[in-house]
């Protein structure tokens, strides 16, 4: 069992059979809330996907196979779509090996790392590869679900800079070393060591989350799970329609980069509110639109 169903509201679902019976619930009662997709793999066999809005903007991805009418489950996608999509540039999907799904890799400045996360629209993916034309920019709208989270304080910021414009300019920095530059590797090297000096000095006296403002790393052994500190930048409240839980949703920013971390009340220590911080671990997810009209009507709706 997915242990995200949590994040959504669905924590009592302890079973495969009663995902099942939902999903076939869902199909049953043909509510506006359920949207079916369809797509023919042989002769015999077909794949499905199917979305169910389970609240404002929460819902599961169903994912397997059908055949004669009858419908078989394979995989399932809790999430929650945040509609704030920011352009990528030379993405990356690879399939999943032990399910029907992609994993998709971006490089994303101020973060560090690279980004892997699960794709959530993994038909709209397999449309996108099968007609075998590179993907050189789509946008993506990042979602990350988690089942356990803590509200931190802010912190006093005397920096006048912006993260934004302190992350373009390490990133034109660590363009420049990659190409040789010895002047930018320098630079990178005195502007570490001068950061390790003084939060060696700080760290011994400070509680270390009155030192770091966010933070965004790799968790565990899952590739798409992250331990994160950001700062909040909106809250929305919804509650899943069949279990009447009530979901927190959360703009959460790490330097530029925004996902939208989708949590249980319950789960969340603390009471977030725009300004605070929130502190947890997240999955992440990837919503992409890959179609070029769709692109460019969403160019106006990106972050930038």
Request: proline letters at 3%; hydrophobic letters at 35%; charged letters at 30%.
């Amino acid at each position: 069992m997915n242990k995200f169903l949590r994040a959504i509201g669905f924590e009592t679902f302890t079973t495969r059979k009663q995902l099942d019976t939902l999903m076939h619930n869902c199909l049953a009662k043909k509510q506006d809330d359920t949207i079916i997709h369809h797509r023919e793999s042989s002769e015999s066999l077909g794949m499905f996907e199917i979305l169910t809005f389970v609240g404002d903007r929460v819902l599961i991805y169903w994912c397997g196979d059908y055949a004669e009418g009858e419908y078989q489950l394979d995989s399932y996608i809790p999430t929650a779509l945040s509609g704030r999509y920011i352009m990528i540039d030379a993405p990356e999907f690879e399939i999943k090996k032990d399910s029907f799904g992609f994993v998709g890799i971006c490089e994303r400045p101020g973060i560090g790392v690279p980004l892997i996360f699960s794709l959530v629209n993994n038909s709209d993916c397999y449309d996108a590869l099968s007609s075998k034309k590179p993907i050189s920019r789509c946008a993506i709208a990042f979602t990350g679900l988690s089942v356990k989270g803590n509200i931190l304080l802010p912190i006093e910021k005397k920096e006048k800079r912006s993260a934004k414009q302190k992350n373009i300019e390490r990133y034109n920095l660590v363009e420049k070393a990659k190409n040789g530059d010895e002047s930018a590797i320098q630079a990178l090297a005195f502007e570490d060591i001068d950061l390790y000096t003084k939060l060696n000095k700080r760290v011994h006296k400070e509680d270390i989350f009155t030192i770091v403002d966010s933070s965004f790393m790799p968790v565990g052994l899952e590739c798409d799970q992250y331990s994160v500190v950001g700062d909040i930048e909106n809250v929305r409240y919804c509650e899943n329609r069949y279990t009447k839980k009530t979901i927190v949703l959360m703009d959460v920013v790490v330097n530029d980069f925004v996902v939208m971390v989708a949590i249980g009340q319950d789960d969340l220590v603390g009471e977030p509110k725009r300004g605070r911080r929130f502190k947890g671990e997240i999955w992440l997810q990837g919503h992409c639109i890959f179609d070029g009209e769709k692109l460019m009507k969403t160019l106006g709706e990106t972050q930038e």
